[in-house]
């Protein structure tokens, strides 16, 4: 026979807690024993089994419902239907009306003997129309409604400072944001809660007055800053509308999309790493929200890392320009999609845009130079795209080329190493005198398959002086659409797979490359075209190189090996034929 009551085994917030989180915050506790739910009560007059005050129990925290059983019914769990009060000592009682299973109450009334103590904070909503400083010693700032940021007002934030977002909330900039901290005290610009939500709070709307100014050289002199920051669970993080902007040293982490810019002018992004996000940085096609869309000018991503994004970069936008745009020195990893510039309906305007020194990799689709309009405005460009000095390495696919009928596109001194196609025209690529030149291209699929429709497709293409590597499990080069494309000085491997297969009717243009073989019969074999089906266009590869051309990227040394030593490592390799 059970006549033994039950006891409480832990509290949380435990006895003498401290910097107790006071928004959505639970208090729950475990009892030694499966407790008879209907002696779990709450109420206001602190009449209830479960109680929590702050003044010696005149009065008691009302719940926002019934306490919650869990743990074969040994633990309950409440929610205050309100946030604590800050810097506040709160105790939790129990009382002699609590019974176990089977009609045993709780030995005595249980009281905490200290309680658990809130965190220091202050709540923000409205307008601030005067300068204003928000300093972590003041504790966390809870934005409980939208907060402007008016003309001619400066809201400056110290290092280490916590801001956090009701749902559906935002801080709208039309002043001056100045929010810099330290690399070892991070400015918070999070939900209000635990939530995973990637759009629990709305964001940070950086508007046309709230402007950065930089010096001669590019650097900060004053105005708008996001410095070694986090921002985190916001729909946009960043909305940088019609204005310039620096964010560097900051973090985003699971935003639905962590910076949209729209007409801005000298906006940069940099030293910053994105992670978990649908949209790392983006532009959108054709807004419909009010604020209008044109011309982005001067933007300069660089030297940030993504990872775990769906989009790490993703610029589009309907026939708007694209004037000097900037994006190096990036580290893109682990994404969806690196990099997708272009693409919507009919795509953007490019004035210029430079893609350099990048390393993109292990991505389900590197990069993707989508559909492109056409030149922008006062361009005197040959290429106004230029793809350079770019690492596109271990991505599923490196390259895709879409439509793009009268903007040329340069893609130089890349090293493409991929699990599929190497640079692929996709889509209905109406597109025409590219020049791809100078790249070492490693792929387990097609080096180059040129794909569209009888109605759309490409047209002289250009490759020069490219190094094809490796053995695909198909052909190097595929040819399906599109006329007057060239492939000469290139440099290929032996191999027992197709060099080019031409499924067009029209001539290919093949000359003076090395094929690793001077013997026309290998060569006949290695070529899938008119020879081979006289409905189909010819492969015209002579002359050709009897050596390698030099002036191509060098094959990667054969037969590396490596050696440990007792102090050091020795690496050896066979010499490059070159």
């Known amino acids: 026979y059970d006549s033994t009551g039950p006891t409480v085994s832990s509290t949380s917030p435990s006895n003498s807690a401290t910097s107790v989180i006071a928004q959505n915050s639970t208090i729950s506790v475990t009892f030694s024993e499966a407790i008879s739910t209907s002696t779990i009560t709450t109420n206001t007059s602190c009449s209830g089994s479960f109680q929590v005050s702050s003044d010696g129990f005149s009065n008691c925290l009302q719940m926002s419902s019934a306490p919650v059983a869990s743990n074969s019914n040994k633990t309950f769990t409440v929610s205050p239907s309100s946030m604590l009060a800050s810097n506040t000592t709160y105790k939790i009682r129990f009382s002699t009306a609590v019974k176990d299973s089977v009609g045993n109450a709780l030995s005595s009334q249980y009281t905490q003997a200290n309680g658990f103590t809130t965190e220091t904070y202050i709540t923000k909503t409205g307008s601030i129309s005067s300068n204003e400083t928000w300093s972590k010693s003041s504790g966390n700032y809870y934005v409980t409604g939208n907060i402007l940021v008016a003309n001619g007002a400066t809201l400056s934030i110290d290092a280490g400072t916590s801001i956090k977002f009701a749902t559906g909330t935002y801080l709208k900039v039309e002043g001056y944001l100045v929010a810099q901290g330290s690399s070892g005290d991070l400015i918070g610009f999070i939900a209000d809660d635990d939530s995973t939500s990637k759009s629990h709070w709305l964001g ?112 589009i936008m309907n026939q708007a320009d694209f004037n000097n745009l900037n994006i190096d020195n990036n580290t893109i990893k682990n994404n969806s999609t690196g990099i997708d510039f272009g693409g919507g309906g009919y795509g953007p305007r490019v004035h210029s845009a430079y893609f350099k020194n990048n390393i993109i990799d292990n991505n389900t689709l590197g990069v993707n130079l989508n559909r492109i309009y056409g030149t922008g405005s006062n361009t005197v460009l040959t290429y106004p795209v230029v793809f350079s000095n770019n690492y596109v390495i271990n991505n599923d696919n490196a390259l895709y080329l879409e439509y793009s009928p009268s903007v040329k596109i340069k893609i130089i001194n890349n090293i493409f190493k991929t699990n599929g196609n190497g640079i692929e025209f996709v889509g209905s690529p109406s597109s025409s005198n590219h020049l791809i030149i100078n790249n070492y291209i490693s792929a387990n699929g097609k080096h180059v398959y040129i794909n569209g429709s009888s109605s759309y497709n490409p047209s002289n293409m250009n490759f020069d002086n490219n190094t094809f590597d490796g053995n695909p499990s198909t052909e190097f080069i595929h040819i399906k659409y599109g006329s007057g494309h060239n492939f000469n000085y290139n440099n290929f491997p032996s191999t027992s797979k197709f060099y080019i297969k031409n499924e067009s009717t029209n001539l290919i243009d093949a000359e003076n490359t090395y094929w690793s073989t001077t013997n026309t019969s290998t060569l006949n074999s290695l070529i899938y075209d008119y020879n081979d089906d006289f409905d189909l266009g010819l492969v015209d590869y002579s002359p050709y190189l009897s050596s390698l051309n030099t002036d191509a990227p060098i094959f990667p040394p054969p037969d590396p090996s490596a050696s440990a030593g007792s102090s050091s490592f020795t690496l050896s390799w066979s010499a490059n034929s070159e």
């Open 204 to 315: 940070i709307y950086i508007r046309s007055t709230g402007k950065t100014t930089y010096d001669s050289n590019m650097n900060y002199s004053s105005g708008s800053i996001l410095k070694y920051a986090k921002v985190s669970n916001a729909e946009r993080g960043i909305y940088a509308y019609d204005t310039s902007f620096l964010i560097q040293y900051s973090e985003f982490d699971r935003n639905t999309k962590a910076i949209e810019i729209r007409k801005t002018d000298n906006l940069t992004i940099k030293d910053s790493t994105f992670s978990n996000n649908d949209y790392g940085i983006w532009s959108e096609y054709q807004p419909s929200d009010g604020d209008s869309y044109g011309q982005i000018t001067d933007t300069y991503i660089t030297s940030n890392t993504f990872s775990n994004n769906t989009n790490a970069i993703d610029l």
